[in-house]
């Protein structure tokens, strides 16, 4: 899975900005992403401590970009360029410079201004902390009513690499008919940056019709919503687990589904199900789990785990630049 997406960023390079430069993980990450030379990293925090942290741990992070939001030479256009974004709220200079002094805000603004191409953070705060000011900045993209998310399965099986994309396993809780049709959209599309070739099942207790209940109906109806959106997509719904993924048991539940049997892009109808459906497939179908990969803004800009370790940093930053 990585190979193709290293590739792609070895023809097109991309620059990613770290806000927690100083942190161990994220300095052995960004050496490793150095010495491959597919990506350009920045690190935000003070270069003394950040050169001093990498130094005791052995990291050579030469040929990144240390950027010190306490003395970055751009600041006054990076103040100006909040305050104009966030004119409608009234923010004032020393309200923007109070919030560019954080590495969260500091680090998105250099996004916003092109001078980085994706962010990834959270290493050491929580994921609302790396979501906020994406939305408040970056913002959803033309169309897009929400941020969502979904996570990257990956396991060998039987000499290939076997993947699915799940979604949303953590932004929406309770998402609606036309959420649900717009986290399809944006799962459908992160699937095919990974080389999938999707074949999306709504989930749901019931499989076409088998079930009633007004759960039933918002899997049910978003499906529809989602393949009149989609026509070109391989889409069906509402299904149950068991015949999204089993042949057999689609034969007989749903013997006419383009997708039942053979679905590897799993939309799942709210947080509950996803979050929980992900870690028993990650738990004990023996799969990686890679993300949640932020849906749906303008920019690449993805969250870590607080116990993430440094080779989860650099899987990630892998897949935020290829994002871009």
């Given at each position: 899975m ?8 070895k ?22 992403i ?7 990293p920045i ?8 050169l ?7 990291f ?19 103040i ?5 974004l966030r004119k ?6 020393e ?10 805000y500091?680090g ?7 001078y ?5 953070g959270?290493a050491?705060?929580s ?27 990956s ?9 699915l994309a799940?979604?949303?396993c ?6 609606t008919?036309d ?31 088998s079930?009633k ?12 919503k ?5 026509p070109?997509e391989?889409i069906?719904g ?16 749903c ?14 109808p709210?947080?509950?199900?996803g ?12 799969f ?9 803004l ?8 607080r116990?993430?370790?440094a ?5 990630m ?7 871009a």
């Amino acid at each position: 899975m990585f190979d193709k997406l290293i590739q792609t960023l070895k023809n097109a390079p991309k620059t990613i900005v770290f806000t927690e430069g100083n942190d161990p993980r994220i300095l052995e990450a960004s050496a490793k992403i150095l010495q491959d030379d597919f990506l350009k990293p920045i690190l935000v925090g003070s270069e003394e401590e950040i050169l001093g942290v990498a130094k005791k741990n052995g990291f050579n992070v030469e040929g990144a970009t240390i950027i010190d939001p306490a003395n970055y030479d751009k600041m006054d256009e990076m103040i100006d360029t909040l305050c104009e974004l966030r004119k409608k709220k009234g923010l004032t200079r020393e309200d923007a410079a109070r919030m560019l002094s954080q590495a969260n805000y500091f680090g998105t603004m250099l996004v916003k201004m092109g001078y980085a191409d994706a962010l990834l953070g959270g290493a050491t705060y929580s994921t609302a902390d790396t979501v906020r000011p994406a939305l408040q900045i970056i913002k959803t993209k033309p169309g897009n009513s929400i941020v969502s998310s979904c996570f990257i399965l990956s396991r060998e099986k039987d000499g290939n690499n076997e993947l699915l994309a799940m979604g949303d396993c953590a932004i929406n809780i309770d998402p609606t008919e036309d959420q649900l049709v717009e986290i399809a959209e944006e799962t459908i599309k992160c699937a095919k940056i990974f080389g999938m070739d999707p074949k999306t099942a709504f989930l749901s207790y019931s499989s076409l019709g088998s079930g009633k209940g007004e759960d039933v109906d918002k899997v049910r109806n978003a499906c529809a919503k989602a393949k009149e959106k989609m026509p070109e997509e391989a889409i069906d719904g509402e299904l149950q687990f068991d015949a999204a993924v089993s042949p057999e048991v689609a034969r007989t539940k749903c013997p006419d589904s383009p997708v039942a049997g053979y679905a590897n892009t799993f939309i799942f109808p709210d947080i509950n199900a996803g979050n929980i459906g992900y870690k028993i497939a990650q738990r004990l179908g023996g799969f990686d789990a890679y993300g949640p990969v932020l849906l749906g803004l303008n920019a690449p800009i993805n969250d870590l785990s607080r116990g993430c370790n440094a080779e989860e940093v650099y899987s990630m930053a892998i897949i935020t630049a290829a994002l871009a």
